[in-house]
Protein backbone atom coordinates (compact mmCIF):
# COMPACT_ATOMS: atom_id res chain seq x y z
CA UNK A 1 0.00 0.00 0.00
CA UNK A 2 2.85 2.07 0.83
CA UNK A 3 4.34 1.54 -2.60
CA UNK A 4 1.53 2.52 -4.37
CA UNK A 5 1.27 5.76 -2.68
CA UNK A 6 4.99 6.92 -3.19
CA UNK A 7 4.27 5.73 -7.00
CA UNK A 8 1.46 8.02 -7.06
CA UNK A 9 3.34 11.08 -5.60
CA UNK A 10 6.00 10.43 -8.02
CA UNK A 11 4.06 10.42 -10.76
CA UNK A 12 2.29 13.60 -10.02
CA UNK A 13 5.70 15.32 -9.68
CA UNK A 14 6.97 13.69 -12.92
CA UNK A 15 3.51 15.08 -14.50
CA UNK A 16 2.58 18.44 -13.15
CA UNK A 17 -0.94 20.93 -14.06
CA UNK A 18 -0.27 22.09 -17.70
CA UNK A 19 -1.50 25.99 -16.27
CA UNK A 20 0.54 28.92 -17.64
CA UNK A 21 0.01 32.85 -16.18
CA UNK A 22 -2.16 33.21 -18.99
CA UNK A 23 -4.89 30.79 -18.27
CA UNK A 24 -4.55 32.16 -14.38
CA UNK A 25 -5.34 36.09 -16.08
CA UNK A 26 -9.11 37.33 -15.36
CA UNK A 27 -10.44 38.79 -18.38
CA UNK A 28 -10.90 42.67 -17.62
CA UNK A 29 -11.89 43.66 -20.86
CA UNK A 30 -14.87 46.44 -20.74
CA UNK A 31 -16.55 47.05 -23.42
CA UNK A 32 -17.62 51.10 -24.30
CA UNK A 33 -21.33 50.29 -23.81
CA UNK A 34 -20.64 49.15 -20.13
CA UNK A 35 -18.90 51.80 -18.97
CA UNK A 36 -22.08 54.09 -20.74
CA UNK A 37 -24.03 52.23 -19.07
CA UNK A 38 -22.20 52.76 -15.42
CA UNK A 39 -21.72 55.76 -15.38
CA UNK A 40 -25.53 56.57 -16.18
CA UNK A 41 -26.58 54.94 -13.25
CA UNK A 42 -24.54 56.10 -11.20
CA UNK A 43 -25.03 59.34 -11.81
CA UNK A 44 -28.46 58.47 -11.95
CA UNK A 45 -28.50 57.67 -8.05
CA UNK A 46 -26.19 61.00 -7.39
CA UNK A 47 -28.99 63.05 -7.99
CA UNK A 48 -31.47 61.15 -6.64
CA UNK A 49 -29.45 61.62 -3.35
CA UNK A 50 -29.15 64.97 -3.72
CA UNK A 51 -32.82 66.00 -4.65
CA UNK A 52 -33.82 64.02 -1.59
CA UNK A 53 -31.29 65.51 0.59
CA UNK A 54 -32.56 69.36 -0.77
CA UNK A 55 -36.29 68.36 -0.14
CA UNK A 56 -35.34 67.86 3.59
CA UNK A 57 -33.75 70.83 4.40
CA UNK A 58 -36.70 72.61 2.59
CA UNK A 59 -39.06 70.83 4.61
CA UNK A 60 -37.72 71.02 7.76
CA UNK A 61 -36.25 74.72 7.88
CA UNK A 62 -35.59 75.75 10.89
CA UNK A 63 -36.02 79.30 9.50
CA UNK A 64 -40.09 78.93 9.40
CA UNK A 65 -40.62 76.53 12.43
CA UNK A 66 -39.46 73.40 13.49
CA UNK A 67 -43.13 72.19 14.63
CA UNK A 68 -45.89 70.93 13.05
CA UNK A 69 -47.12 67.50 10.63
CA UNK A 70 -44.60 67.01 8.48
CA UNK A 71 -46.02 65.94 5.35
CA UNK A 72 -43.10 65.67 2.99
CA UNK A 73 -44.02 64.45 -0.97
CA UNK A 74 -47.77 66.53 -0.56
CA UNK A 75 -46.82 68.72 -3.25
CA UNK A 76 -43.62 69.07 -5.29
CA UNK A 77 -41.50 72.21 -3.02
CA UNK A 78 -39.75 72.54 -6.60
CA UNK A 79 -43.18 73.46 -8.44
CA UNK A 80 -43.97 75.58 -5.30
CA UNK A 81 -40.76 77.74 -6.01
CA UNK A 82 -42.00 78.34 -10.06
CA UNK A 83 -44.78 79.75 -8.76
CA UNK A 84 -43.66 81.53 -5.80
CA UNK A 85 -41.32 83.05 -8.09
CA UNK A 86 -44.28 84.48 -10.84
CA UNK A 87 -45.53 85.75 -7.52
CA UNK A 88 -42.62 87.82 -6.00
CA UNK A 89 -41.50 85.61 -3.38
CA UNK A 90 -37.89 85.51 -2.20
CA UNK A 91 -36.29 82.44 -0.95
CA UNK A 92 -36.87 83.02 2.53
CA UNK A 93 -40.61 83.65 1.87
CA UNK A 94 -40.74 80.49 -0.42
CA UNK A 95 -39.92 78.47 2.32
CA UNK A 96 -41.95 79.92 4.74
CA UNK A 97 -45.25 79.07 2.30
CA UNK A 98 -43.93 75.34 1.74
CA UNK A 99 -44.05 75.14 5.24
CA UNK A 100 -47.01 76.67 6.08
CA UNK A 101 -48.90 74.62 3.69
CA UNK A 102 -47.39 71.17 4.54
CA UNK A 103 -48.59 72.15 8.20
CA UNK A 104 -51.99 71.84 6.68
CA UNK A 105 -51.44 69.12 3.97
CA UNK A 106 -52.18 71.53 1.10
CA UNK A 107 -52.43 69.23 -1.96
CA UNK A 108 -53.16 72.15 -4.16
CA UNK A 109 -51.22 74.92 -3.42
CA UNK A 110 -52.76 77.23 -6.30
CA UNK A 111 -56.35 76.87 -5.01
CA UNK A 112 -55.41 77.86 -1.32
CA UNK A 113 -53.44 81.05 -2.98
CA UNK A 114 -56.63 81.99 -4.90
CA UNK A 115 -58.70 81.34 -2.23
CA UNK A 116 -58.64 84.38 0.43
CA UNK A 117 -60.62 82.37 3.49
CA UNK A 118 -58.61 79.62 2.37
CA UNK A 119 -54.94 80.87 2.68
CA UNK A 120 -55.98 82.70 6.01
CA UNK A 121 -56.80 79.47 7.45
CA UNK A 122 -53.40 78.32 6.96
CA UNK A 123 -51.57 81.32 7.71
CA UNK A 124 -53.66 81.85 10.72
CA UNK A 125 -52.61 78.49 12.12
CA UNK A 126 -48.61 78.59 11.03
CA UNK A 127 -49.10 81.49 13.14
CA UNK A 128 -50.21 80.69 16.44
CA UNK A 129 -47.51 77.32 16.24
CA UNK A 130 -45.21 80.01 15.80
CA UNK A 131 -46.14 81.89 18.49
CA UNK A 132 -45.84 78.70 20.67
CA UNK A 133 -42.85 76.87 18.74
CA UNK A 134 -40.04 79.62 18.96
CA UNK A 135 -37.34 79.66 21.16
CA UNK A 136 -37.32 83.14 21.80
CA UNK A 137 -39.13 86.04 21.79
CA UNK A 138 -36.68 87.30 18.79
CA UNK A 139 -37.09 84.36 16.87
CA UNK A 140 -40.36 83.99 16.93
CA UNK A 141 -40.73 87.92 15.82
CA UNK A 142 -38.23 87.12 13.35
CA UNK A 143 -40.36 84.16 11.90
CA UNK A 144 -43.64 86.32 12.12
CA UNK A 145 -41.89 89.27 9.92
CA UNK A 146 -41.34 86.61 7.24
CA UNK A 147 -45.20 85.05 7.74
CA UNK A 148 -46.95 88.47 7.20
CA UNK A 149 -44.41 89.55 4.30
CA UNK A 150 -45.19 86.33 2.82
CA UNK A 151 -48.82 87.23 3.15
CA UNK A 152 -48.63 90.65 1.87
CA UNK A 153 -47.26 89.70 -1.35
CA UNK A 154 -50.22 86.91 -1.70
CA UNK A 155 -52.49 89.59 -1.23
CA UNK A 156 -51.16 91.45 -4.23
CA UNK A 157 -50.72 88.33 -6.35
CA UNK A 158 -52.70 87.97 -9.63
CA UNK A 159 -53.02 83.96 -8.97
CA UNK A 160 -56.64 83.12 -8.96
CA UNK A 161 -57.34 85.66 -11.17
CA UNK A 162 -57.85 85.78 -14.85
CA UNK A 163 -54.71 85.84 -16.70
CA UNK A 164 -56.37 86.53 -20.31
CA UNK A 165 -58.82 88.39 -21.37
CA UNK A 166 -60.93 85.95 -22.63
CA UNK A 167 -61.87 85.42 -19.48
CA UNK A 168 -63.73 88.41 -19.23
CA UNK A 169 -67.37 88.72 -18.15
CA UNK A 170 -70.02 90.51 -20.18
CA UNK A 171 -70.59 94.64 -18.44
CA UNK A 172 -67.15 94.18 -17.34
CA UNK A 173 -66.10 97.63 -17.25
CA UNK A 174 -63.00 99.04 -19.20
CA UNK A 175 -60.93 101.66 -19.20
CA UNK A 176 -59.37 102.79 -22.91
CA UNK A 177 -56.51 105.26 -23.21
CA UNK A 178 -57.15 107.07 -26.59
CA UNK A 179 -54.51 109.33 -26.80
CA UNK A 180 -55.33 111.89 -23.89
CA UNK A 181 -58.64 110.33 -23.32
CA UNK A 182 -59.87 108.16 -20.86
CA UNK A 183 -62.79 106.35 -22.40
CA UNK A 184 -65.50 103.62 -20.07
CA UNK A 185 -66.84 100.86 -21.93
CA UNK A 186 -68.77 97.86 -21.11
CA UNK A 187 -67.81 94.20 -22.37
CA UNK A 188 -70.12 93.36 -24.30
CA UNK A 189 -69.19 89.72 -25.25
CA UNK A 190 -65.31 88.65 -25.05
CA UNK A 191 -66.13 84.43 -25.67
CA UNK A 192 -65.92 84.63 -29.30
CA UNK A 193 -62.83 85.57 -31.41
CA UNK A 194 -62.38 89.14 -30.53
CA UNK A 195 -63.25 91.36 -27.36
CA UNK A 196 -66.78 92.82 -28.78
CA UNK A 197 -67.49 96.53 -26.26
CA UNK A 198 -69.56 99.33 -26.59
CA UNK A 199 -68.46 102.11 -28.69
CA UNK A 200 -67.02 104.98 -26.89
CA UNK A 201 -69.12 108.02 -26.54
CA UNK A 202 -68.66 111.65 -25.82
CA UNK A 203 -69.99 113.68 -23.21
CA UNK A 204 -72.62 114.29 -25.25
CA UNK A 205 -73.84 110.90 -26.73
CA UNK A 206 -72.21 111.06 -29.96
CA UNK A 207 -69.58 107.51 -31.12
CA UNK A 208 -65.92 108.31 -31.27
CA UNK A 209 -64.41 105.95 -34.08
CA UNK A 210 -61.37 104.78 -33.20
CA UNK A 211 -59.16 103.67 -36.33
CA UNK A 212 -58.38 100.33 -37.11
CA UNK A 213 -54.96 98.91 -36.15
CA UNK A 214 -54.68 101.61 -33.49
CA UNK A 215 -53.06 100.19 -30.60
CA UNK A 216 -54.55 100.68 -27.11
CA UNK A 217 -53.59 100.20 -23.42
CA UNK A 218 -56.62 99.12 -21.24
CA UNK A 219 -57.56 98.91 -17.56
CA UNK A 220 -59.96 97.14 -15.52
CA UNK A 221 -60.98 95.69 -12.23
CA UNK A 222 -62.58 92.47 -11.22
CA UNK A 223 -65.25 92.05 -8.43
CA UNK A 224 -62.48 91.54 -6.11
CA UNK A 225 -61.15 95.01 -6.34
CA UNK A 226 -57.85 93.46 -8.82
CA UNK A 227 -56.60 96.03 -11.09
CA UNK A 228 -55.25 94.61 -14.21
CA UNK A 229 -53.84 96.23 -17.35
CA UNK A 230 -53.60 94.62 -21.27
CA UNK A 231 -52.38 96.36 -24.67
CA UNK A 232 -54.78 95.56 -27.39
CA UNK A 233 -55.15 97.23 -31.07
CA UNK A 234 -58.54 98.06 -32.91
CA UNK A 235 -60.00 95.00 -35.14
CA UNK A 236 -62.78 96.80 -36.27
CA UNK A 237 -66.69 97.36 -36.06
CA UNK A 238 -69.33 95.22 -35.80
CA UNK A 239 -72.87 94.51 -34.47
CA UNK A 240 -72.57 91.83 -31.37
CA UNK A 241 -76.20 90.51 -29.92
CA UNK A 242 -77.53 93.15 -31.43
CA UNK A 243 -75.46 96.09 -30.56
CA UNK A 244 -73.03 98.08 -32.75
CA UNK A 245 -69.51 97.10 -30.74
CA UNK A 246 -65.77 98.05 -31.27
CA UNK A 247 -63.72 94.80 -31.81
CA UNK A 248 -60.43 94.59 -30.01
CA UNK A 249 -57.49 92.02 -30.06
CA UNK A 250 -57.70 89.66 -27.42
CA UNK A 251 -54.33 89.59 -24.89
CA UNK A 252 -52.91 86.53 -22.55
CA UNK A 253 -50.35 88.93 -21.34
CA UNK A 254 -52.13 90.74 -18.32
CA UNK A 255 -50.06 92.79 -16.23
CA UNK A 256 -51.86 92.96 -12.37
CA UNK A 257 -52.02 96.40 -10.82
CA UNK A 258 -51.97 96.86 -6.56
CA UNK A 259 -54.07 99.67 -5.17
CA UNK A 260 -52.71 99.16 -1.91
CA UNK A 261 -49.44 98.18 -0.76
CA UNK A 262 -51.20 96.77 2.32
CA UNK A 263 -54.48 95.10 3.82
CA UNK A 264 -56.08 97.83 5.72
CA UNK A 265 -58.70 97.13 8.82
CA UNK A 266 -61.78 99.55 9.58
CA UNK A 267 -61.18 100.44 13.24
CA UNK A 268 -62.31 102.31 16.32
CA UNK A 269 -59.00 102.65 18.42
CA UNK A 270 -58.40 105.39 21.17
CA UNK A 271 -54.97 106.64 20.93
CA UNK A 272 -52.66 109.79 21.86
CA UNK A 273 -50.88 111.93 19.29
CA UNK A 274 -47.28 114.12 20.69
CA UNK A 275 -45.34 116.19 17.94
CA UNK A 276 -42.18 115.00 16.89
CA UNK A 277 -39.99 118.16 15.86
CA UNK A 278 -36.00 118.19 15.00
CA UNK A 279 -33.66 119.50 18.67
CA UNK A 280 -30.39 120.95 17.28
CA UNK A 281 -28.22 121.38 14.81
CA UNK A 282 -25.62 119.78 11.91
CA UNK A 283 -24.66 116.66 13.14
CA UNK A 284 -26.01 116.71 16.64
CA UNK A 285 -29.86 117.09 15.58
CA UNK A 286 -32.38 114.32 16.70
CA UNK A 287 -35.60 113.77 17.20
CA UNK A 288 -37.48 114.98 20.73
CA UNK A 289 -41.06 114.38 21.29
CA UNK A 290 -43.46 116.94 22.85
CA UNK A 291 -44.73 116.37 26.32
CA UNK A 292 -47.89 117.87 25.17
CA UNK A 293 -50.39 114.68 24.08
CA UNK A 294 -53.45 115.07 21.73
CA UNK A 295 -56.24 112.56 21.48
CA UNK A 296 -57.83 110.69 18.65
CA UNK A 297 -59.58 107.72 17.41
CA UNK A 298 -57.68 105.40 14.72
CA UNK A 299 -60.06 104.76 12.48
CA UNK A 300 -58.70 102.41 9.97
CA UNK A 301 -54.97 100.91 10.13
CA UNK A 302 -52.51 98.85 8.17
CA UNK A 303 -48.75 97.98 8.94
CA UNK A 304 -48.13 101.20 6.50
CA UNK A 305 -50.34 103.51 7.90
CA UNK A 306 -53.66 105.28 9.73
CA UNK A 307 -56.41 107.48 9.60
CA UNK A 308 -56.99 109.38 12.74
CA UNK A 309 -60.47 111.43 13.63
CA UNK A 310 -59.39 114.05 16.02
CA UNK A 311 -60.22 117.72 17.00
CA UNK A 312 -56.93 119.03 17.28
CA UNK A 313 -55.03 121.05 14.22
CA UNK A 314 -52.76 119.07 12.75
CA UNK A 315 -50.73 120.39 9.55
CA UNK A 316 -49.72 118.61 6.80
CA UNK A 317 -46.14 117.23 6.95
CA UNK A 318 -46.12 117.25 10.76
CA UNK A 319 -44.62 114.11 11.97
CA UNK A 320 -46.12 112.80 15.49
CA UNK A 321 -45.50 109.45 18.08
CA UNK A 322 -48.79 107.55 18.01
CA UNK A 323 -49.53 105.43 20.82
CA UNK A 324 -52.44 103.44 21.36
CA UNK A 325 -53.20 99.45 22.56
CA UNK A 326 -54.39 96.75 20.27
CA UNK A 327 -55.26 93.14 20.94
CA UNK A 328 -54.23 94.24 24.27
CA UNK A 329 -50.91 95.16 23.59
CA UNK A 330 -49.35 98.71 23.94
CA UNK A 331 -47.87 100.28 20.56
CA UNK A 332 -46.01 103.16 19.84
CA UNK A 333 -45.14 104.44 16.07
CA UNK A 334 -43.96 107.36 14.74
CA UNK A 335 -45.63 108.70 11.31
CA UNK A 336 -46.34 111.69 9.06
CA UNK A 337 -49.45 113.67 8.15
CA UNK A 338 -49.51 112.94 4.39
CA UNK A 339 -53.18 114.44 3.80
CA UNK A 340 -56.15 116.09 6.06
CA UNK A 341 -60.05 116.42 5.31
CA UNK A 342 -62.36 118.12 7.45
CA UNK A 343 -66.05 116.57 8.49
CA UNK A 344 -67.76 119.22 10.96
CA UNK A 345 -65.75 119.81 13.90
CA UNK A 346 -63.20 117.35 13.64
CA UNK A 347 -60.41 116.35 10.74
CA UNK A 348 -59.21 113.25 9.24
CA UNK A 349 -55.52 112.68 8.72
CA UNK A 350 -54.02 110.49 6.87
CA UNK A 351 -50.65 109.13 8.77
CA UNK A 352 -47.57 107.08 6.89
CA UNK A 353 -45.76 105.17 9.52
CA UNK A 354 -41.99 106.18 9.57
CA UNK A 355 -40.99 103.81 12.60
CA UNK A 356 -42.28 100.68 13.29
CA UNK A 357 -40.40 98.27 15.38
CA UNK A 358 -41.18 94.44 14.01
CA UNK A 359 -42.61 93.21 17.15
CA UNK A 360 -45.15 96.36 16.39
CA UNK A 361 -45.72 95.47 13.06
CA UNK A 362 -46.59 91.34 13.57
CA UNK A 363 -49.26 93.09 16.02
CA UNK A 364 -51.04 95.54 13.44
CA UNK A 365 -50.68 92.74 10.99
CA UNK A 366 -52.22 89.77 12.98
CA UNK A 367 -55.02 92.45 14.37
CA UNK A 368 -55.63 93.04 10.26
CA UNK A 369 -55.93 89.64 8.92
CA UNK A 370 -58.00 88.78 11.96
CA UNK A 371 -54.75 86.36 13.12
CA UNK A 372 -54.76 87.25 17.10
CA UNK A 373 -56.86 85.94 19.87
CA UNK A 374 -58.93 88.27 21.01
Given amino acids: MMGFFTAGINSFMLYPLQITASDLRLDTTISTAQIIIFSSVFAAIIIVMVIINVSKKDQGWKGSGSSGKKTGGIFSFFALRRLARTMGLNREQTRMLDYIFRIDAVTDPEKSISTPSLLDRHFKR ?24 TRNI ?62 LSVVFFTKSNKGFTFETRVIGYHTTHGIP ?94 RTNRTGMNTIIHVKFLRVTKKSMNIINAFVYEYANE
Fill in 245 to 338: SLVLAHSGQLRFLSQRRFRRKQSVIACFMFLVYVEGKGKKQKLAVDKRRMQGSIKDISVGGCSIKTNAPVQVGAKFKIEFNLSRKNIAVVGQVL
Fill in 126 to 149: AYRIIEHSSDSEAEAQSRLNVLFS
Fill in 154 to 215: LENSAIGSITSTRQLKDDTVLVITHGKEKLEVSVISAKEEHIAVEIPKTVLGSQIKIPRGNK
